[in-house]
């Protein structure tokens, strides 16, 4: 059973940094990757950040890039998200997935993912 786990998240003011964690179980696919969504209230999920775990390339958001950067542990089957020079807009319940890639697919959305985290508040003032 594939478990995802979450940590991190809170409320800072604008300019602050927030570092998200996660940590998945159970899963095996040839080419993993891992990311991280957010969705703002009354809008759609949408694609943060993608890290392939085989090489470790990584695909961002245009509204993140220069700010937010996705590493992982593979040891530790875990994946973070340093969060910096945070916005108002920025706001929203974060999630983490996992999942697999087919050979020759790559970017932010070159994954399938399959596993969810439960998702953590990220909450920016003013």
């Known amino acids: 059973q594939v478990q995802m786990v979450e940590s991190g998240g809170g409320s800072v003011q604008t300019g602050g940094s927030l570092r998200l964690s996660c940590a998945a179980s159970g899963y095996t696919r040839r080419r993993k990757c891992m990311g991280w969504f957010l969705q703002a209230p009354g809008k759609e999920r949408e694609g943060v950040a993608t890290i392939y775990t085989g090489d470790g390339s990584t695909y961002y958001a245009d509204s993140v890039k220069g700010r937010f950067t996705i590493s992982q542990d593979n040891a530790k089957n875990a994946v973070y998200l340093q969060m910096n020079n945070l916005k108002p807009e920025d706001t929203a319940m974060y999630y983490c997935?996992?999942?697999?890639?087919?050979?020759?697919?790559?970017?932010?959305?070159?994954?399938?993912?399959?596993?969810w985290g439960q998702g953590t508040q990220v909450t920016v003032s003013s």
């Open positions: 997935a996992a999942g697999g890639a087919y050979d020759g697919t790559w970017g932010l959305s070159g994954c399938s993912f399959y596993y």
